[in-house]
């Protein structure tokens, strides 16, 4: 009878040992639709009126679904991106004017945009994942293609180079590269620790677009909201050496702003879907 009792103890803890394991923050197994709130775990929450988080659900919601399409997309994929629940809390600087990125059209990372206020339509890169390692490889072709006289003349301070590895330079790049040390990221330690990045032009967009439910799915979570901020972009301005782009929040109209004058920035990644 003793072990027979052992045993159904031993049964009943491993169930809850067992459970405790399974819980899950969301009512979705992954995120699939704009506004869905992704937790560390994996699971999601679409967002609707009167949802109400608990204190633990609050401290693992991670991001919110801004975009799922194709439209964002270099080759074509579908895909679901996310923003990150802390933007920067003051002006970061697309880069700083002693980075070689300041003066060189980083052409591989331009995109053209097309149409109206709230009705752009975008070609060219708009993927931004990569744009960080786009601006190194375009440095290190324009230093190779260079020749001597044309360094001496073009480039007194000496051959330009890859200097993307210097984070102090490219803050922006970086804010959203190394994000999961934001205090209130709550990624991490988790397998959403890395990823992130400053989003393109076309990217930010869609963000304005989804503004209303990506605004109230984030106060829900306690993050920080766009409202009517500016934002840059990874996004090199077309014609502008020294330019990049950057949103209006409060109207949906992209500007031009030069790389070493700081906005506000935010970070996404792309999730999945499982």
């Known amino acids: 009878m003793k072990r027979t009792f052992l045993l159904i103890m031993t049964l009943l803890a491993l169930a809850a040992v ?5 819980k899950c923050f969301g009512e979705k197994p992954h995120a699939d639709t704009v506004g869905d709130i992704v937790f560390a775990d994996g699971t999601a929450m679409a967002w609707r009126e009167g949802l109400s988080f608990t204190d633990e659900q609050k401290a693992a919601a991670i991001a919110v679904i801004f975009y799922v399409g194709t439209e964002c997309s ?8 996310g923003v990150g629940l802390v933007h920067s809390n003051d002006y970061v600087r697309w880069c700083d004017s002693d980075a070689w990125a300041y003066c060189e059209y980083i052409k591989p990372i331009e995109c053209s945009i097309n149409g109206y206020i709230g009705k752009y339509t975008f070609e060219g890169d708009t ?8 601006i190194g490889a375009c440095l290190s072709t324009r230093a190779q293609n260079l020749t001597d006289d044309e360094v001496a003349y073009w480039y007194p301070a000496g051959r330009p180079f890859d200097d993307t590895e210097n984070e102090s330079l490219y803050p922006a790049f970086y804010f959203a590269k190394n994000y999961a040390k934001q205090s209130k990221s709550h990624v991490y330690g988790t397998r959403y620790e890395k990823g992130w990045y400053l989003p393109s032009i076309a990217e930010l967009f869609q963000i304005w677009k989804n ?3 990506v605004d109230a799915a984030i106060r829900l979570c306690g993050g920080d909201e766009f409202g009517e901020w500016h934002y840059l972009s990874s996004t090199q301005f077309i014609d502008k050496t020294d330019y990049t ?9 992209e500007h031009g702003r ?3 004058f700081g906005e506000f920035v935010c970070a996404i990644r792309e999730f999945d879907g499982r």
């Open 74 to 81: 270099n080759d074509g994929r579908k895909r679901i991106l």
């Open 258 to 260: 030069e790389k070493d």
């Open 245 to 253: 782009h950057e949103l209006y929040f409060f109207t949906g109209s």
């Open 211 to 213: 503004k209303e439910t």
């Open 18 to 22: 067992s459970a405790e394991e399974q």
């Open 127 to 134: 993927d931004g994942s990569d744009n960080l390692e786009q």
